[in-house]
């Protein structure tokens, strides 16, 4: 089996875990089966389709208290989909989950014919999502989600970065009227947000206030960048931190904000550097004629290196010291 | 909510029916030849499946369309458009004249079924949707305890994409008996016979091994498609009908050709083609008289 798994964060970012006093919460996809079972139980509407996937998508509590509400399909994603589908266009609110890697790859026509052209409301989920999976290779590694799914021009695509954000999106899937992506990792996350902090979907979430440069994040890379921001502090740096958790549609008024107020920004995603949150920031940007100092982190463009999920982060940048690092070097 | 009653298609004989789908193949060839598109030999094939259900089995309506206790039909084989434009067109989901717009620019009525057309279920056209959309619609209507019956109609071409195989195995082990699979079995493809491109015989048995219930049928014989396709299984399983048809039926020259696959007629084949068909037609009348 697998080498035992480094911590996520350094000796000096737990340190300023502490100082931020930021506290440990779940796994985004347990909040997303915990609170999904909480909606369902007062909605007999919502049913959960899973592919062999609720043990890694922590629904067996769901699937035991609400059996009627589950539909197991087994192994084969693309049934998955056309299921999922096939309940939304007859009224049920129908999520259908499984691993990102395969649900967004091999079922990539279902999700886009079954659910985005015929226009169901259905919520596509993957799970463990980016590199959660770690050492178990490419296979299971979910990096083109983002690329493949912005092409397509009716489905909204949310990553959260904790599980406040979680509760957000999973809330705002299950009222839409359109179908929705919801991309979950399996690390615990930590809580990021004040307690007056507001979900939208399409609506970034300042999670600290700066203007020497804007980290433009979603997902599990949020947490980095704001403890890089909080390091950077230390340098006399003061850096702004965006939750764009919906990655389409984004939030381009957020971006803007950034772009005319900051002297720079870096994009942060668990995701190829190619179709992720990068390069639509980028083009956006681009578009509207505003050209702060750039930079796009994330997976680069090589056969990603081995390791969990803590070693590619931390190989690639997307770590407090990466991005502290890059700060400094892009502000001189 | 409409009773079931409401959605009742309308009462036709044996006769009437056989008479209407000459008329049908009439309007599919004239769709087709007026479009400079569509596929011609598919469409000849499943019109009297279409037929039976839309005037004989199907509860639903145009008016009833927005009926959750509808019966619901969606067609896998997507690429036959045509012929079901044509008998939404017929059973006054929409105006007839709408068909001239096939394919035009900024038409709503695209070369492959879409749900801006009144009568539509789900957008199709990639092959191997419509069973999986379909297990979830039939699972949907168990839940909601409503009787409605489920219909796809795959091409048997079509049989060769894995997700087909997906949704049997997931049908069968949710005893999905209000769920109807009909296979088109024309045994010709785009590039010839099935059983050369890559062979998927012996149907009945494959389906039979997936748990289904098995009715191999003349799909051409008005009669005994009604029967198999009224029927409800006699157990826990879904029912899957193979209807052996011809590819490009009533039209002699079009017929088990492949190259009729998308063809599209000359205006000299479209008038033989049309002359063959009320040939038959005044056949089928002289009987009824």
Redesign the interface.
């Known amino acids: 089996m697998s080498a035992p798994a480094p911590a996520m964060f350094s000796p000096a970012a737990r340190e300023m875990i502490q100082q931020l006093g930021l506290t440990r919460g779940r796994a985004n996809q347990e909040e997303f089966a915990v609170f999904l079972e909480s909606l369902a139980r007062e909605n007999s509407n919502i049913?959960v389709?899973t592919s062999d996937s609720r043990g890694s998508g922590k629904l067996g509590p769901f699937a035991k208290s609400l059996p009627?509400q589950l539909?197991e399909?087994?192994i084969?994603e693309?049934?998955l989909?056309?299921?999922?589908?096939?309940?939304?266009?007859?009224?049920?609110k129908?999520f259908g989950v499984s691993p990102a890697c395969f649900l967004t790859a091999r079922s990539l026509?279902?999700i886009k014919?079954?659910i985005c052209?015929?226009?169901v409301p259905a919520v596509v989920v993957g799970i463990s999502a980016g590199v959660s999976y770690g050492a178990l290779g490419t296979t299971h590694h979910s990096l083109h989600d983002f690329a493949a799914l912005r092409a397509i021009h009716n489905i909204t695509l949310v990553a959260p970065a904790d599980n406040f954000e979680t509760r957000g999106a999973v809330l705002a899937a299950a009222k839409a009227v359109t179908p929705t992506y919801l991309r979950f990792g399996k690390a615990a996350m930590l809580d990021l947000h004040a307690p007056n902090a507001c979900f939208e979907p399409g609506r970034a979430i300042p999670v600290r206030s700066g203007s020497d440069l804007a980290f433009i994040a979603s997902g599990e890379t949020v947490v980095h960048c704001l403890l890089a921001a909080g390091f950077l502090e230390t340098k006399g740096l003061h850096c702004r931190v965006l939750s764009m958790h919906t990655v389409r549609p984004l939030d381009e008024a957020a971006l803007h904000q950034a772009a005319r107020e900051c002297r720079a920004i870096i994009s942060v995603e668990e995701h190829s550097i190619h179709g992720g949150l990068g390069e639509a920031c980028a083009a956006s940007l681009m578009q509207s004629g505003l050209h702060p100092a750039f930079r796009i982190v994330g997976i680069p463009d090589e056969d990603t290196v081995t390791g969990s999920q803590a070693d590619i982060f931390r190989h690639y940048g997307l770590s407090m010291e990466g991005l502290s690092d890059l700060t400094l070097k892009m502000l001189g | 909510m409409a009773s079931q009653n409401d959605m009742s298609p309308p009462a036709w004989s044996d006769s009437q029916l056989a008479l209407k789908s000459i008329h049908l193949r009439k309007m599919t060839l004239e769709a087709i030849f007026e479009a400079g598109a569509g596929h011609t030999g598919g469409g000849l094939s499943c019109i009297d499946i279409l037929n039976v259900l839309y005037n004989r089995v199907l509860k639903v309506s145009p008016e009833n369309f927005d009926s959750p206790g509808r019966d619901h039909y969606v067609q896998s084989k997507g690429h036959s458009v045509e012929a079901l434009y044509v008998v939404l067109a017929d059973r006054g989901f929409f105006p007839v004249a709408d068909l001239k717009s096939l394919c035009h620019y900024q038409s709503h009525y695209v070369g492959h079924p879409t749900r801006k057309i009144h009568g539509i279920e789900m957008n199709t056209g990639a092959l191997g949707h419509g069973l999986p959309i379909c297990v979830g619609m039939a699972l949907a209507a168990q839940m909601d305890g409503l009787g409605a019956r489920v219909f796809t109609l795959l091409g048997d071409g079509e049989l060769a994409e894995g997700s087909n195989w997906e949704a049997a195995m997931a049908a069968s082990h949710h005893k999905l008996d209000n769920l109807v699979a009909i296979i088109d079995h024309n045994t010709l493809q785009i590039s010839g016979h099935t059983r050369d491109v890559c062979s998927n015989e012996p149907l009945d048995e494959k389906w039979r091994a997936f748990g289904w219930e098995v009715r191999v049928v003349d799909g051409h014989d008005i009669g005994a498609l009604s029967t198999a396709l009224t029927q409800r299984s006699t157990g826990p399983v879904p029912v899957c009908v193979i209807a052996n048809t011809i590819k490009g039926k009533g039209v002699s020259f079009m017929e088990n050709v492949a190259q009729w696959h998308h063809g599209v007629p000359s205006p000299e084949e479209y008038q033989k083609a049309q002359n063959e068909l009320s040939a038959a037609e005044t056949r089928i009348r002289e009987v009824m008289a």
Do not use: F, H, M, P
């Open positions: 049913i389709v009627r539909v399909v087994g084969a693309q049934n989909v056309g299921i999922t589908a096939g309940l939304a266009a007859c009224g049920k129908s026509e279902q014919n079954d052209y015929s226009n």
